[in-house]
């Protein structure tokens, strides 16, 4: 059984920042790629950014050069650092992480259960 529990949401002012943290616990053997995504009320749900084991990460234009995803490889967590934050960037942030169960499992996607982040004055 994989866990993903995030944290850190909560309601900012536009131009704050938030920093969401996402851990995965449970039967892991090795972690691919780990993510964030988001949606908001009557939208689908959407890619914000997501990094390899390796660093390599990739980023939704909505987040470009206010976010930052970074990953502890040791810790199986994944962090997004969101900085001058805009009211359209309110939604449910929802992790994900791609992983191999076992060594001889395929690989699996795994869903947080999603934090609240408002931004509003």
């Known amino acids: 059984q994989v866990q993903l529990v995030e944290s850190g949401g909560g309601l900012v002012q536009p131009g704050g920042s938030l920093r969401l943290s996402c851990a995965a616990s449970?039967?892991?053997?090795?972690?691919?790629?780990m993510g964030w995504y988001r949606q908001a009320p009557g939208k689908q749900r959407e890619l914000v950014a997501a990094i390899t084991s390796s660093g390599t990460t990739n980023y939704a234009n909505s987040g470009k050069g206010r976010f930052t995803i970074s990953r502890d490889n040791a810790k199986n967590t994944v962090y997004l650092q969101m900085n001058s934050l805009k009211p359209e960037d309110t939604a449910v942030y929802y992790c994900?992480?791609?992983?191999?169960?076992?060594?001889?499992?395929?690989?699996?996607?795994?869903w947080g259960q999603g934090t609240q982040v408002t931004v509003s004055s």
């Open positions: 449970g039967s892991i053997f090795r972690i691919n790629v």
């Open positions: 994900n992480a791609d992983l191999w169960p076992t060594l001889d499992s395929k690989l699996f996607r795994y």
